[in-house]
């Protein structure tokens, strides 16, 4: 799973929330949530679960089940997660297909167990590229396979968009684009 304090600044930067703020609603000071987002201190187990609460993107009424049809009708292998913790949010029934358990049963479930060594290193150097910037980049890489697994991934480019879901948390886009079709114009080569 990812580390919730990656995607502090990021949070609070979309949802226009101080780091005083966020540091009342977490009872503890500003100048801690400023090493957390520096990397110079690590939030405690009991703020680590809190700040997932606070980061975790649910689906819900409005424009999120707009979002959530269009992946879930989609004819493109594509399916949706949080960014924070991977949990499946939607997915299109040509991704599905490719699974061995049913997208219900997963639903709402993170997929991070299933990665590839590629998709983990990806994952790594998402700072790096930017994705936590107000804009992020389109991130492309390519994986190998990994089929023994309830969630088989087929080796090929992986296109990951970042999505802002209507509380303001993120979700992450993952398609997987058909052999020989381009990458997105502008794409970042993790």
């Excluded at 987002?37 to 809190?50: V, W």
């Excluded at 990458?183 to 970042?188: F, H, R, S």
Aim: glycine share 4%.
């Amino acid at each position: 799973m990812t580390n919730p304090v990656r995607c502090l600044r990021r949070l609070r930067v979309l949802r226009g929330i101080k780091q005083s703020h966020l540091a009342e609603m977490l009872s503890v000071t500003q100048a801690t949530v400023s090493r957390w987002e520096r990397g110079l201190q690590h939030p405690s187990p009991d703020q680590e679960r809190a700040l997932l609460r606070l980061l975790m993107a649910p689906l819900r009424p409005g424009r999120d089940k707009a979002l959530r049809r269009l992946v879930e009708s989609s004819a493109r292998p594509v399916h949706l997660v949080c960014d924070v913790t991977h949990r499946l949010l939607a997915a299109s029934p040509r991704r599905a297909a490719d699974w061995r358990v049913p997208a219900s049963e997963l639903e709402g479930r993170s997929l991070w167990p299933f990665a590839t060594e590629e998709i983990r290193a990806a994952e790594a150097r998402l700072d790096a590229l930017g994705w936590d910037e107000p804009v992020a980049p389109v991130v492309a890489f390519h994986t190998a396979a990994k089929y023994e697994q309830a969630v088989p991934i087929v080796p090929g480019w992986v296109i990951w968009e970042l999505i802002r879901l209507e509380d303001g948390s993120m979700a992450r886009l993952v398609t997987t684009p058909a052999q020989g079709e381009a990458l997105p114009e502008g794409a970042v080569l993790a």
